[in-house]
């Protein structure tokens, strides 16, 4: 069974830093683009950053742009997610996503163009 796990969610001031982690496994798991998204309480889940296979592009969602940096270890089919200079409005549950049917770099920032999803680790930032 292909499983994601995200890890390193909490609780930080505004303006603080948070690295996320998102862990692929499962048996014969090729992992092509991933992608971070989160939730909100009471909004739909929005797209924030994702990643081609082999690192060379990457893509933000305006509202993190400059913010947040996705980067990726293909090897281990792990992907991280660093979010800097966090605001109040980050706050949301974050899930990371991964594609196992290879697609287009421009497939990127909709929930259908991945295969797999974690459960999520919540982020909250503190006024």
């Known amino acids: 069974q292909v499983q994601l796990v995200e890890s390193g969610g909490g609780l930080v001031q505004a303006g603080g830093s948070l690295r996320l982690s998102c862990a692929v496994s499962g048996r014969t798991v090729v992992s092509y683009g991933m992608g971070w998204f989160r939730q909100a309480p009471g909004k739909e889940r929005e797209f924030v950053a994702a990643i081609s296979w082999s690192g060379s592009n990457q893509y933000y969602s305006d509202s993190v742009k400059g913010r947040f940096t996705i980067s990726r270890r293909s090897t281990e089919n792990t992907v991280t997610l660093q979010l800097n200079s966090l605001k109040p409005e980050d706050t949301a549950v974050y899930f990371c996503?991964?594609?196992?049917?290879?697609?287009?770099?421009?497939?990127?920032?909709?929930?259908?163009?991945?295969?797999?999803w974690g459960q999520g680790t919540q982020v909250t930032v503190s006024s």
């Open positions: 996503a991964a594609q196992e049917i290879p697609r287009a770099d421009r497939s990127h920032s909709s929930e259908d163009d991945y295969d797999y």
